[in-house]
């Protein structure tokens, strides 16, 4: 299928120079891309919603934690 579509000049420019860096055709490069923008896009994993708080309290009590405690904590999270 052809299909016409409106770059701008310093677009088309560093297309056509990566086309030819590649040694291909500015269509088959411009395919090329097309193609693995869409692959990669499909790929990625799907991210969850989370649901907040992470932290379940009674909302009775204020957490703050020292420094120290974040730092234990990061530590014994990884054995």
Do not use: C
């Amino acid at each position: 299928m052809r299909t016409t579509v409106d770059l701008p000049d310093p677009l088309f420019r560093q297309i056509k120079a990566e086309a030819a860096l590649r040694g291909m055709k500015l269509r088959e490069f411009i395919m090329y891309s097309l193609e693995r923008t869409l692959t990669e896009r499909s790929a990625k994993p799907k991210s969850h919603r989370v649901t907040l708080p992470l932290i379940r309290g009674d909302g009775k009590r204020l957490i703050n934690p020292t420094r120290e405690q974040l730092d234990a904590s990061l530590w014994d999270s990884r054995d």
